[in-house]
Antibody
């Protein structure tokens, strides 16, 4: 069974850092592009980052560029999202998703990040 | 990236059919046949119900169907059942720079 499980969320002060993890099981992570998507309270989902299979290509939404870094460890079947210089408007549930031919076919259940003093 | 527009809520009685719309632009919904629909219950992983506008993945009920006309995609749930309650959101491929845009979400209630 394909599963993605996010972890690492929590409460952090403005300006702080968190590292989210997306652990994959039931498939070979190295064969897939993985995306991070977030949903702020009361808002819709927003794409924020992707990393391709071979890790050479990464992309970021403008709102997180320069502050967030996506990476992957295929040996550990895990994708990471390092989030620095966090702001209040980064507060959201963060989801990872597996890319398959122009869609996300599997998602994790999400992890909540709250940025507040 | 602008969100795709969905109605906030749609409701129907058991056995009825309901349709949820998802309106975008020529840069996303209208430009690609890569619209997906997801069912999402709070605290759980979203589940893919429709992909590539009108295709159903294995495991999705055949009561779910999708279509598209111009910049608007639609999800129809036929023979509405209590288990269909939840939130539904659409997604469209939007190109190389921002690969996906998502709908605002629709809460489906079974009366």
């Amino acid at each position: 069974e394909v599963q993605l499980v996010e972890s690492g969320g929590g409460l952090v002060q403005p300006g702080g850092s968190l590292r989210l993890a997306c652990a994959a099981s039931g498939f070979t992570l190295s064969s897939y592009t993985i995306h991070w998507v977030r949903q702020a309270p009361g808002e819709g989902l927003m794409w924020i980052s992707r990393i391709d299979q071979d890790e050479r290509k990464t992309q970021y939404a403008d709102s997180v560029k320069g502050r967030f870094t996506i990476s992957r460890d295929n040996a550990k079947n895990t994708v990471y999202l390092q989030m620095n210089s966090l702001r209040a408007d980064d507060t959201a549930v963060y989801y990872c998703g597996r890319d398959w031919r122009y869609k996300v076919d599997y998602w994790g259940q999400g992890t909540l990040v709250t940025v507040s003093s | 990236q602008s969100a795709l527009t969905q109605p906030a809520s749609v409701s129907g009685s058991p056995g009825q059919s309901i349709t949820i719309s998802c309106t975008g632009t020529h840069s996303d919904v209208g430009g690609y046949n890569y619209v997906s629909w997801y069912q999402h219950h709070p605290g759980k992983a979203p589940k893919l119900m429709i992909y590539d506008v009108s295709n159903r993945p294995s495991g999705a009920s055949d009561r779910f169907s999708g279509s598209k006309s111009g910049n608007t995609a639609s999800l129809t749930i036929s023979g509405l059942q209590a288990e269909d309650e939840g939130e539904y959101f659409c997604s469209s491929y939007a190109g190389a720079t921002i690969p996906f845009v998502f709908g605002t979400g629709t809460k489906v209630s079974v009366l």
